[in-house]
């Protein structure tokens, strides 16, 4: 069977009747973590909300009210969960995501035209493909793609949107011998019923699930992005069709005029804007290293001289980095000397370093870390790390200097 999303891709709402409605979880990702949801699976007798399958994601929509969070099929069905229980037996309206899913119908007829035409120009067949929520990617059987290509495969699908060719829908019983015809990368283990082939006229026909354009002219056009290494000497080629070439124009020159703002320069003159910025920033890098190693010596020598100082030091430099604390515990005697440096915001995250002798620094090493909430750890007389929050700096100073203190009178 054909679902009415698949026998009328444009059909944007639509009156079916609910079949079943069993409990059910989904697992989902909510901003990087799997969550699982619980809600109910629920069958229709017919639907337009289109079931993943066919390298394109399934739609989403509301089945009366109740939102439908994800459709899968189940060999000749559509099961749709959502987050509340719907009643067997009544008519319910459907309606479909529309934005969502004419952006998928033009992403998946593109990729029809760009297989098709990357076979007949140059023989490269495709062999699977990636509707991505951004951008699309088609992988070829080739290692390589020249640019002279890409121009040509470009413009040939280009001139086929503006030639208002048409994309038609057929319907073929499995043993029909127009079927052996068609271009198909094989048949679900699942499949039901009868077999759907995607005409677009005078280019290519190929078995196919997804929803797809009724003419060319609606994918408006196509652009190829450009291509990356695949797997096993294959091709990616990744490309834009319809509203996502307007999005990338837009967002594109919202980023150019944020450019010109930034760099004063015109968009011509801004990848050599940029080199010189990073040139500069490289030498300043260099040059601050190179001070910061010169005032970490200095910041040590200016301890050993003090005839005042005692066996315990401290200090704390916002900017900074592990060389320039190992540089000050190098120069300082720390058999003698406990010393305690930190690197980063004063009350933020940062780097620390706690050096000294081996015992002392073994056993406060540890606490140290509980109170910076951070991670780190130590051998040899160091103990360094990262710092969650040098908010509790003080109290980090204040606990090893009555360790000092202690250890002074222990002496004595």
Known sequence: MAFQCQRDCYMKEFITSVVSCCPA?????????????????????DTIL????????????LIGEVPVLRVTRQGPEAVHFVSSPLEVGQEVPVKVDWERRFDHMQQHSGQHLITALADSLFGYKTTSWDLGRQRSTIELDTPCVKPAQLQTLEDAVNEKIQAHVPVTVQLLSIDDPAVEKVRSRGLPDDHAGPIRIIDIEGVDANMCCGTHVSNLSHLQMI????????????????????NRVLKYAEKSYSTERSLVSLLKTGPDEHVEAVDKLQKSVKLLQKTNLSLLRDMAVLIAQNFKNNP?????????KKEGDNEFMNII????????TLVFLTVGEEKGPGLFLLAGPSGSVSDMGPRVLEMLQGKGAGKNGRFQGKANSLAQRGEVEDFLQQHCKHHISEKE
């Open 25 to 45: 979880d989904l697992k989902q990702e909510v901003n990087g973590k799997k969550e699982t949801v619980k809600g109910f699976n629920v069958k229709l007798k």
């Open 50 to 61: 289109f079931p993943e399958g066919g390298g394109q994601p399934d739609d989403h929509g």
């Open 223 to 242: 652009k190829l992005l450009g291509t990356e290494k695949g797997k096993k000497n294959k091709t990616n080629l990744i490309f834009l069709a319809g």
């Open 308 to 316: 005042q100082r005692g066996n315990f030091f401290s200090y704390h």
């Open 329 to 336: 515990a190098n120069e300082i005697n720390t058999e003698e």
